[in-house]
Structures are given as C-alpha cells and as structure tokens.
C-alpha cells in the first residue's frame, strides 16, 4: 500500500503547485495623488488617475502596473490653455482620452525600482521605462518625456519646447 502512496502523493503535490498562481500585493490608488508636468512653457497636472497596482517588493516577477490618466482633465491654471491643450493641436482629448502606462516588468535598482513597459499618448504606443520609489505606502517617480515622440503639437516644435518633465507622487493602500 505504502508503495502506492508515495507515488500518488507526490503526483498531487505536482499537479496542486502547476494551479498555484503567485500573486503579488493589490494597491488601491488614494485621493492626494498627484501628475504635475512641467516644460519650457507649460505646467500643470493631471487628474483622473486610475488602474491596478500590484507590487511586492518580495515578489517583482508578479508585480504590475496598468493605469490611465484622464487627458480631459488637464489643468494648467489657465482656462484659454486648458481648452488649448485639450484640443486637436495638442492632446486631442476628445479623439484619444486617455495616456496609459502599462508595465511588462518590474526591476530592483539602486535608486529604488524601474517599470518598462509601454507608454500610451495620443494615439502612439512607445516602450517606456519608468523610475521609481515605493516608500510608506507612497510610489514617486520623475521623469522626462520628448512629447515629439508621441506626435503631441508637431506643427509647433519649439513652442514650450519639447521635453516635458513628469513628477507623480501616488498613495496607496492595501486593496
């Protein structure tokens, strides 16, 4: 009998571990977020952030990052360049609502962590890598984007300059 046993123990221990799925920490975004940009001439931030968070620091191979920020939500402190950048000139908000970022993997480095993945804006997809650190249940990451690269305002190359910086600092709890 006991030659039976191990055999067919040891199969369902396999089988059982093929259906484990590892998972990493869901995060919940909170009010108190936020995306400012700023460039040679414009500044402001964005609103509207949403997605899934997962992230273990345990764990980086099950974590992910998957978010989207309202365009329309814009806000530079100034009405006429809200309705600007809003428009076809710029983002389009209309025509493409959202700028995405979503990861394919999550690394240690020395400075903290890095997202690669792809960034989404205005209609263009583009690999992305995104800096960041996770502190007290805070994600922070700057970065500057070329908003050439993502065909926002081609006709006017120099107007604002090209490269925009990027800071966001997100809260999160434990979802």
Do not use: C
């Not at 046993?5 to 995060?27: C, D, E, G, L, R």
């Not at 920020?69 to 360049?81: H, P, Q």
């Not at 205005?122 to 800096?131: I, R």
């Amino acid at each position: 009998m006991k030659k039976f046993f191990y055999p067919f123990a040891a199969i369902a221990i396999i089988i059982a571990s093929a259906f484990t799925v590892i998972q990493s920490q869901n995060w919940a975004i909170q009010d108190g977020y936020s995306v400012k940009f700023s460039s040679k001439d414009p500044s402001g931030e964005f609103g509207g952030l949403k997605g899934t968070i997962s992230f273990d620091e345990k764990n980086l191979a099950a974590s992910k990052f998957d978010v989207s920020l309202d365009v329309a939500s814009i806000n530079t402190g100034n009405g006429m360049k809200n309705t600007h950048a809003k428009s076809d000139k710029w983002f389009d908000a209309e025509k493409y609502p959202l700028i995405k970022f979503t990861s394919s993997s999550i690394a240690k480095t020395a400075g903290g962590y890095e997202a690669k993945g792809t960034l989404e804006m205005h209609g263009v997809q583009k690999p992305f890598t995104m800096p960041f650190t996770f502190a007290n249940n805070v994600f922070t990451s700057g970065f500057d984007i070329n908003r050439l690269d993502f065909n926002v305002n081609t006709a006017e190359p120099e107007h604002g300059a090209a490269i925009v910086h990027v800071d966001i600092n997100v809260p999160v709890t434990k979802s």
